[in-house]
């Protein structure tokens, strides 16, 4: 019997790994089970610099051949490949965020990372979004597919943030017009070997910056409004949605008296623009007693309803009550909202399967060993310098637990404890090791 057999998958595992993380090999078929986690696990060392001994190595493969724990989907799908390589920690990232306060490098950095799977929260309260300077004045960005055109996008990630960054630096900076051509980018359906997938084709790029540029050139020589910069988001998720990564998950952060905001989802008013369906949408507020009638239009099935953020709060404590590893830097959070984010910031996550573990000790063990790989991923260059600064100071990660529900009383019993050590665990690893202290270990995502 084949070890992926034995591997304890639930009714959908199997197929959503198959369809999800498994690459393909050089034979004409995609990896089994064993074939990934023996790419993962040999790139922990290889690409991440743990140092697993060769004992080390097999009892990380046993975990995750055995479903005990296992590291993050993104770890899954790239680590071993050369987009590691390339761009570092940012291709293993699950959870990223940026505050909307500048004209240009919030829309890019989040285009980047929503096209490297990651998903992307936005703060666009009015403190931050009426720092945005006015719109210079309206400009025509067209596309000629020629070789004299203005800027020929490459077939490429860069290329495509490239275009995002002419096209907002033409409203924002310059003033002037320019011709785009999409020749070169691969057609619709054509193998992508670096990430997997296929490519989406240039026509969803062009539709998205004909939008984007009309949005600007509406609001010529005034300020971007909150729900402006919602829509400029959106449509960049839509971009990805409709491109190689398979989802392009956001979160918005708006003020909870803004009443734009709030009825931008309000769907049983008529003429609101589709992608805005691409965000989940939230306001900050510390006071419910604050929220105005509007807010709770959603709950009532007018529209979607608006989730609730307490920055305040988030910025003191982690876990319910704690206050001994304080976030002061925290602007928002990520889709799912599970990690609390600084400006810039990204997150890794793995997880425990905690019905699967057979002993306290045993949990130990699994938490060591998901905690040394998200550690040494945080600490790897970062092709993203805003990024890199902020991940290598605060060295956040997400370990989870799934399964909870299915544990036994004695199986939960543990987590208390469990977070004790980890905790302590993290100061002795990284004094060792030379890291600074993760600012956030553990998380709660829905798994």
Same mark, same amino acid.
Request: overall charge negative; hydrophobic content about 35%.
């Given at each position: 019997?084949?070890? @992926?057999?034995?591997?304890?998958?639930?009714? $959908?595992?199997?197929?959503?790994?198959?369809?999800?993380?498994?690459?393909?090999?050089?034979?004409?078929?995609?990896? @089994?089970?064993?074939?990934?986690?023996?790419?993962? $696990?040999?790139?922990?060392?290889?690409?991440?610099?743990?140092?697993?001994?060769?004992?080390?190595?097999?009892?990380?493969?046993?975990?995750?051949?055995?479903?005990?724990?296992?590291?993050?989907?993104?770890?899954?799908?790239?680590?071993?490949?050369?987009? $590691?390589?390339?761009?570092?920690?940012?291709?293993?990232?699950?959870?990223?965020?940026?505050?909307?306060?500048?004209?240009?490098?919030?829309?890019?950095?989040?285009?980047?990372?929503?096209?490297?799977?990651?998903?992307?929260?936005?703060?666009?309260?009015?403190?931050?979004?009426?720092?945005?300077?006015?719109?210079?004045?309206?400009? /025509?960005?067209?596309?000629?597919?020629?070789?004299?055109?203005?800027?020929?996008?490459?077939?490429?990630?860069?290329?495509?943030?490239?275009?995002?960054?002419? $096209?907002?630096?033409?409203?924002?900076?310059?003033?002037?017009?320019?011709?785009?051509?999409?020749?070169?980018?691969?057609?619709?359906?054509?193998?992508?070997?670096?990430?997997?997938?296929?490519?989406? =084709?240039?026509?969803?790029?062009?539709?998205?910056?004909?939008?984007?540029?009309? +949005?600007?050139?509406?609001?010529?020589?005034?300020?971007?409004?909150?729900?402006?910069?919602?829509?400029?988001?959106?449509?960049?998720?839509?971009?990805?949605?409709? =491109?190689?990564?398979?989802?392009?998950?956001?979160?918005?952060?708006?003020?909870?008296?803004?009443?734009?905001?709030?009825?931008?989802?309000?769907?049983?008013?008529?003429?609101?623009?589709?992608?805005?369906?691409?965000?989940?949408?939230?306001?900050?507020?510390?006071?419910?007693?604050?929220?105005?009638?509007?807010?709770?239009?959603?709950?009532?099935?007018?529209?979607?309803?608006?989730?609730?953020?307490?920055?305040?709060?988030?910025?003191?404590?982690?876990?319910?009550?704690?206050?001994?590893?304080?976030?002061?830097?925290?602007?928002?959070?990520?889709?799912?909202?599970?990690?609390?984010?600084?400006?810039?910031?990204?997150?890794?996550?793995? /997880?425990?399967?905690?019905?699967? +573990? /057979?002993?306290?000790? /045993?949990?130990?063990?699994?938490?060591? !060993?998901? !905690?040394?790989?998200?550690? &040494?991923?945080?600490?790897?260059?970062?092709?993203?310098?805003?990024?890199?600064?902020?991940?290598?100071?605060?060295?956040?990660?997400?370990?989870?637990?799934?399964?909870?529900?299915?544990?036994? @009383?004695?199986?939960?019993?543990?987590?208390?404890?469990? !977070?004790?050590?980890?905790?302590? !665990?993290?100061?002795?690893?990284?004094? +060792?090791?030379?890291?600074? &202290?993760?600012?956030?270990?553990?998380?709660?995502?829905?798994?």
């Amino acid at each position: 019997m084949s070890k @992926e057999k034995l591997t304890p998958w639930g009714e $959908v595992g199997y197929p959503t790994f198959k369809r999800t993380y498994s690459r393909p090999l050089e034979n004409g078929k995609t990896e @089994e089970w064993p074939d990934t986690v023996d790419r993962v $696990v040999n790139a922990c060392n290889e690409q991440l610099g743990c140092n697993f001994r060769e004992d080390e190595q097999q009892e990380l493969k046993n975990i995750m051949l055995d479903l005990k724990g296992t590291v993050a989907g993104r770890f899954l799908w790239q680590l071993g490949t050369k987009t $590691v390589d390339r761009l570092g920690l940012p291709s293993l990232q699950n959870c990223a965020f940026v505050v909307v306060d500048e004209p240009i490098r919030p829309f890019t950095w989040a285009f980047e990372m929503l096209m490297l799977g990651s998903g992307v929260g936005f703060n666009i309260q009015r403190e931050h979004v009426y720092q945005l300077p006015k719109v210079l004045s309206k400009v /025509e960005v067209k596309r000629n597919d020629s070789n004299d055109a203005d800027f020929i996008v490459p077939d490429s990630r860069e290329g495509w943030t490239k275009l995002l960054d002419k $096209v907002l630096r033409a409203s924002f900076e310059t003033g002037e017009g320019f011709s785009f051509a999409t020749h070169l980018i691969r057609p619709k359906g054509a193998p992508i070997k670096g990430f997997g997938g296929t490519a989406s =084709g240039s026509e969803d790029l062009v539709w998205g910056m004909e939008e984007i540029n009309r +949005i600007l050139n509406s609001k010529a020589g005034r300020r971007l409004s909150s729900v402006d910069c919602l829509d400029i988001m959106n449509i960049i998720g839509k971009i990805v949605v409709a =491109g190689n990564v398979r989802r392009s998950a956001q979160i918005a952060l708006g003020d909870f008296d803004d009443i734009e905001y709030l009825r931008a989802k309000r769907w049983d008013l008529g003429n609101i623009p589709n992608w805005r369906a691409m965000s989940n949408n939230s306001v900050v507020c510390s006071d419910i007693g604050l929220l105005p009638d509007e807010f709770w239009e959603g709950y009532k099935g007018n529209g979607e309803p608006y989730g609730l953020i307490n920055l305040e709060a988030s910025r003191k404590m982690g876990r319910t009550g704690e206050t001994e590893y304080p976030d002061p830097d925290v602007m928002g959070f990520n889709p799912c909202a599970e990690q609390s984010l600084a400006n810039f910031e990204t997150c890794c996550l793995a /997880e425990v399967y905690l019905p699967n +573990i /057979e002993s306290y000790k /045993e949990l130990q063990k699994v938490l060591r !060993y998901l !905690y040394r790989v998200n550690k &040494h991923s945080l600490a790897i260059p970062c092709a993203i310098k805003e990024t890199e600064a902020i991940v290598h100071e605060n060295m956040r990660m997400g370990i989870g637990v799934t399964g909870y529900l299915q544990a036994s @009383e004695e199986q939960k019993g543990w987590l208390d404890r469990a !977070y004790v050590y980890l905790r302590a !665990y993290d100061k002795e690893y990284s004094k +060792i090791n030379g890291f600074p &202290h993760s600012i956030k270990l553990t998380t709660v995502k829905p798994s």
